[in-house]
Nanobody, 113 residues
């Protein structure tokens, strides 16, 4: 059974950085396409970034150039490095496999001064 645990969220000032982690079990991230989604208050969950089973990445336009999706095969973990954070990035962030599986609990990111 696939189990994903997100961590690394928190409160950060605008312009700050955070690195989110997604530790996986029950799946080998090395050969698995993965995604990061987020859900802002009052909004639907939206795709932020995706990483193919290889090294190709896709980023939502509003985060392109600021966020980086990476994979650590040895730790069976994927990461989302988020730089130059903006208040509109405030949301609960979730990782998942692709095709989508069971959602984890997510990690809260709050960008505020």
């Amino acid at each position: 059974q696939v189990h994903l645990v997100e961590s690394g969220g928190g409160l950060v000032q605008p312009g700050g950085s955070l690195r989110l982690s997604c530790a996986a079990s029950g799946v080998d991230v090395r050969g698995q396409a993965m995604v990061w989604y987020r859900r802002a208050p009052g909004k639907q969950r939206e795709l932020v970034a995706s990483l193919t089973s290889g090294t190709d990445t896709y980023y939502y336009d509003l985060v392109k150039g600021r966020f980086t999706f990476s994979r650590d095969n040895a730790k069976n973990t994927v990461y989302l490095q988020m730089n130059d954070l903006k208040p509109e990035d405030t949301a609960v962030y979730y990782c998942n496999t692709y095709p989508l599986g069971v959602w984890g609990q997510g990690t809260q990111v709050t960008v505020a001064s």
